[in-house]
């Protein structure tokens, strides 16, 4: 196995990890884990908020270790990485309260503009890695990620916008982030299972 190959293997397992631990810290919660933001898991108080915060970590970590298996999208990439990492780091308020309808804190607004950012980054990344996909199969995989993408954010956003926190913007975050975990998994893995001559280049360039 290449460096590239294990660096993209080991790049699924934390992403895999991480969002099962976020995962089942959100779905732990007392109240039902299509209600609220995905990131009330992880604010003060909630049973298991560590865990949720240790799961991005990871998956940031993921994040970044795709970007140095994946040359041409790597800087998109450890990007999108400091942004999760900074969601953790800076963890909102009870019920992560946003604008225009609720008070906010300088913690909610940096939590969710990196949040923001961070998916903002990640799409820009899928682009990038579709423009040089290795193979059918990857290419295939980026434009549908990117066709679900794409209009659940914009989607998301004006839902924010015109209602505010409710039921329907929950649900959108949560396919939002299905998508992108998909993503990431999925090209982690095909990353490290296909042969191509772009391993090697890139693994030249990891030495």
Do not use: K
């Amino acid at each position: 196995m290449t460096r590239t190959r294990l660096v993209a293997a080991v790049a699924a397992v934390g992403v895999v990890a991480g969002a099962g631990a976020m995962l089942f810290a959100l779905v732990a919660r007392p109240v039902p884990w299509w209600q609220g933001y995905v990131s009330e898991a992880g604010t003060a108080g909630q049973p298991h908020a560590v865990v949720y915060r240790l799961g991005l970590v990871l998956v940031a970590l993921g994040v970044a270790l795709l970007g140095r298996a994946l040359r041409r999208a790597r800087l998109l990439l450890l990007v999108a990485a400091v942004f999760a990492g900074t969601t953790s780091a800076v963890p909102c308020t009870d019920r992560c309260p946003l604008p225009p309808y609720e008070p906010t804190t300088p913690a909610d607004l940096i939590h969710t503009a990196a949040g923001i950012l961070g998916m903002a980054v990640l799409a820009a990344a899928m682009a990038r890695a579709r423009s040089s996909a290795a193979s059918p199969v990857s290419r295939r995989l980026t434009t549908v990620a990117l066709s679900l993408t794409l209009p659940l954010g914009v989607v998301f956003g004006l839902t924010l916008l015109v209602a505010g926190r409710g039921t329907t913007s929950a649900l959108l975050e949560r396919a939002l982030l299905l998508v992108a975990v998909g993503w990431l998994i999925g090209t982690a893995l095909l990353t490290a299972l296909e042969s191509n001559d772009e391993s090697g280049a890139e693994l030249g360039s990891l030495r």
